[in-house]
């Protein structure tokens, strides 16, 4: 199924990899947001548990072996068409990663990837998901099922 225009939810996950109190971050290479910063992820592939999925996208993105901690939050994300129509909805599984070996490189779909503060994240050109997800790290706590981003057409 494309990921443009699905007929239902797709589901992602994001590894949440945070080192001498920075989280790494990846500039996106592809659509939707190509150009913004996002913690590195993509998609589960069919029979692939979620935590497989984070290690696996982690490692791609990144270079980085880690090691799941835990399911941090579940966010959200739709963007709408100029006509209203759905062109990409994605539920994500955010998990906390533990850094076991590797130094960043950007590859895969990253155009480069960075640790930054949490405070100098918020200063990016993040993506709506990205920012949600700082913004609930520097609160100490996910909201119940994640933070939901619904992007509008411009009009």
């Known amino acids: 199924m494309s990921r443009e225009y699905p007929r239902y939810p797709l589901v992602g996950v994001g590894a949440i990899v945070i080192k001498d109190n920075k989280i790494l971050l990846v500039r996106r290479g592809a659509e939707p947001n190509k150009g913004k910063w996002s913690i590195p992820g993509g998609m589960v592939e069919a029979g692939e548990d979620p935590k497989d999925a984070v290690l696996r996208e ?3 993105e990144t270079g980085i072996v880690g090691r799941v901690l835990g399911l941090f939050g579940i966010y959200q994300y739709v963007e709408l068409d100029t006509k209203g129509r759905v062109k990409y909805h ?5 998990y ?3 850094p076991i070996s590797g130094e960043p490189r950007a590859s895969s779909d990253a155009l480069e990837t ?4 949490l405070s100098e994240a918020l ?3 993040l ?3 990205a920012r949600q997800l700082v913004q609930d790290l520097l609160s100490s706590g996910p909201k119940p099922c994640g933070g939901g981003m619904i992007k509008y057409p411009s009009t």
């Open 96 to 98: 906390l990663i533990d």
């Open 127 to 129: 993506t709506d998901t």
């Open 58 to 60: 982690l490692m791609e």
């Open 90 to 94: 994605f539920l994500l599984m955010d």
């Open 123 to 125: 200063n990016l050109d």
């Open 114 to 117: 960075n640790f930054f503060s």
